[in-house]
């Protein structure tokens, strides 16, 4: 059975509580936090299962993950930077990664575990020509981020964050506190990447009534959905570009100032897949200027991003890169991540690995 309980102490004989924080900057990364709390009741045999162990064997946690960490009572945790040289795997946050210095400094190493479904922190050919292996919590979160996805087009058609800016600062003058705002119903939907989550969100905006056209590195079969090969058509057609695509070197800034400009000053960009992919300073530039109608962003090129280049963008909602931190995406990537380390330390097939 699981519980739900906040800021409360474990109690050795009945159970353990975990704290799922995910932090976003150590040293580059500022120390960004996501709290999750859960008390999850275990047998006897359970709780003493790691002191039967004669020797832990020794896992990096980078950055460290605060309170989940008591879930690694079997590993030796360590932090970056470590002079240990016999740690076998590492656990981190895609975006931070583990860096091929700490790769060249763990001569052991056969092993990243991702908490999330992204990468983009981690050289991927130069782990894998050292023969490491690699998990990300694939199919775990998707459905949760193209939530987001589908909020951010809502508050941006509907004027959501002007809305409230007039209610809170009393300038609400009837019959229309903001100018008349656009349906949803009929609007045409770019989506850039159809993977899981681009998946997920074109199956919402079918529900809604809403044209979809995607755009990626090729078709794919099964696809329903038009498919334009070429982003700057995509981006001519539609009233909506949706970027659902994997953060990585063939992905940086192909959201250019000639993508921007052609969803045009009635169109709108909505970003949950990661901030390399927009030009963001031309994004930026387009929103003052007119010649962009609007972005929902969830994620950006520098996080925690600067609360000051944002201040004088308008016609944006943003949000701090929340869209996979459900509570049951969490607690799911945090069994995900466990079932990874026990299946690579056991010498089984792994359960999540990076195709």
Request: hydrophobic share 45%.
């Amino acid at each position: 059975m699981v519980f739900l309980i906040f800021r409360a102490r474990p109690s050795p004989a009945k159970g353990r509580v975990y704290d799922l924080q995910s932090r976003q900057r150590q040293g580059k990364f500022e120390r960004c936090a996501i709290e999750f709390f859960l008390m999850l009741a275990w047998s006897d045999s359970d709780n003493t299962r790691g002191s039967a162990l004669m020797t832990k064997p020794a896992l990096l946690v980078h950055p460290p993950l605060g309170l989940f960490e008591a879930r690694l009572a079997d590993y030796d945790v360590v932090h970056w930077p470590t002079d240990r040289k016999d740690v076998r795997a590492a656990v981190t946050i895609g975006h931070v990664g583990i860096s091929n210095a700490m790769i060249d400094a763990l001569p052991e190493l056969g092993c990243i575990v991702c908490f999330g479904v992204g990468v983009d922190g981690i050289d991927l050919d130069y782990a894998r020509k050292r023969g490491i292996a690699i998990t990300h919590g694939r199919q775990i979160n998707h459905e949760d981020v193209a939530d987001v996805a589908i909020g951010l087009i809502i508050a941006r058609l509907r004027l959501f964050t002007e809305g409230e800016r007039v209610l809170r600062e009393g300038t609400w003058t009837p019959p229309l506190a903001v100018p008349p705002q656009k349906r949803l119903r009929g609007r045409k939907i770019g989506i850039v990447g159809m993977g899981a989550i681009g998946s997920a969100i074109a199956h919402r905006a079918e529900a809604f009534g809403m044209e979809i056209k995607w755009t990626g590195p090729r078709a794919k079969p099964g696809v329903k959905h038009a498919y334009e090969p070429d982003l700057l058509k995509l981006a001519e057609w539609c009233d909506i570009l949706a970027i659902a695509a994997r953060g990585d070197k063939t992905t940086e800034k192909i959201v250019n100032a000639d993508v921007i400009k052609a969803v045009g000053a009635d169109g709108i960009i909505v970003n949950i897949s990661r901030g390399s992919v927009i030009d963001e300073d031309a994004m930026i530039a387009a929103l003052k200027s007119g010649t962009l109608g609007g972005a929902g962003l969830d994620v950006f090129v520098e996080e925690p991003t600067p609360p000051a280049r944002w201040r004088d963008v308008p016609n944006t909602t943003l949000t701090p890169h929340l869209g996979g931190a459900t509570r049951e995406a969490l607690w799911e990537g945090s069994q995900n991540v466990m079932e990874n380390l026990r299946r690579f330390y056991a010498g089984e097939e792994l359960l999540t690995p990076l195709a």
